[in-house]
């Protein structure tokens, strides 16, 4: 089981700077075998939430997500690696634990505090130590 994210969003107003929500993260889905926490869906540049939109791996067109993900570990849940390839530029931070980041023919351990930017690649993840891994990552469409 997953534990919800707290998200703080912030907004100028007339009256200057203001605490606009203290909520949790809108949505929590399952993909590839991590619990995705979606803090921030925005389409375009203008840094606009885009609430109620289905969700999807990607984000819109020409806009970006920031995202909370936790990898149980696998021998909790046993899904197999999800390789696959976004049209995004992903920024990324293991926040704790460690995963490994798969690619075709390579991989290399990510712990705690370790940063990665993946470029449109082929790529998986897989948490094969003892404890929960979680990761903040923003993801921006490839084609800004």
């Given at each position: ?38 803090v ?20 819109p ?23 696959h ?47 929960r ?12």
């Open positions: 089981m997953t534990t919800r994210i707290r998200r703080v969003v912030t907004a100028q107003t007339g009256a200057g700077g203001v605490i606009a929500a203290d909520d949790v993260a809108p949505r929590v889905e399952m993909a590839g075998g991590a619990y995705v926490h979606e921030w869906r925005a389409p375009r540049a203008t840094g606009e939430e885009a609430p109620g939109t289905p969700w999807s791996l990607d984000p067109s020409g806009g970006a997500v920031f995202r909370i993900a936790e990898f149980p570990p696998a021998s909790v849940e046993s899904a197999p690696p999800f390789m390839i976004t049209r995004t530029i992903d920024f990324g931070v293991v926040l704790e634990g460690e995963l490994t980041l798969m690619m075709d023919g390579q991989e290399t351990v990510l712990r705690a505090g370790d940063t990665f930017v993946q470029r449109q690649a082929n790529h998986g993840w897989e948490n094969r130590g003892l404890t891994c979680r990761m903040a990552v923003v993801l921006m469409d490839g084609a800004l």
